[in-house]
């Protein structure tokens, strides 16, 4: 069980290291720099083109994070859903093999359950802190 959580854990980090060259530049000419725009360009001559200026927001860096974590919940879950069958069509009807594959199976429905209602519980929260503070609230 340990191997099963240490692999998922270092796919979940290789996924989210692969993001973040997913939105580096391609070409050296694609890169702003401060020559371009002058001494007041600060932090935007460090920009690439095409990369997210919001950290938060629809083209926000946490939105293609959140969205990169939830697809690999949602394939791992698959997976898991399959090796569950897997072991549930091999387990030659002993009751120990068919309970280990039942849970396999409901801990993978589960978990997907949960990402799922996370994901949901936090938009919800954001959404509502957003709209209030956009609508006259205060930060304090």
């Known amino acids: 069980m340990k191997k099963v959580f240490s ?3 270092i796919t979940l980090a290789a996924i989210v290291s692969g993001a ?3 939105t580096a530049p391609a070409h050296a000419e694609d890169m702003v720099t401060a020559a371009d725009n002058g001494p007041v360009a600060g932090i935007d001559s460090a920009q ?3 990369v997210p200026t919001q950290i938060n927001g629809d083209t926000g860096i946490v939105r293609k994070i ?3 974590l ?3 919940i949602a394939i791992i879950s ?4 399959i090796i569950g069958g897997l072991k549930y069509v091999v387990s030659g009807g002993n009751n120990a093999k068919v309970s280990d594959a039942k849970n396999t ?5 589960i978990g997907l359950v949960v990402a799922i209602f996370a994901y949901a519980i936090i938009r919800f929260v954001v959404g ?3 709209g209030n503070l956009g609508s006259g609230g205060t930060n304090a």
């Open 70 to 72: 939830l697809y690999a």
């Open 66 to 68: 959140i969205n990169i």
């Open 105 to 109: 199976i409901l801990y993978a429905i």
């Open 7 to 9: 692999g998922i854990i």
């Open 128 to 130: 509502q802190a957003i």
């Open 20 to 22: 973040m060259f997913l």
């Open 78 to 81: 698959v997976i898991m859903l």
């Open 48 to 50: 690439g083109a095409g």
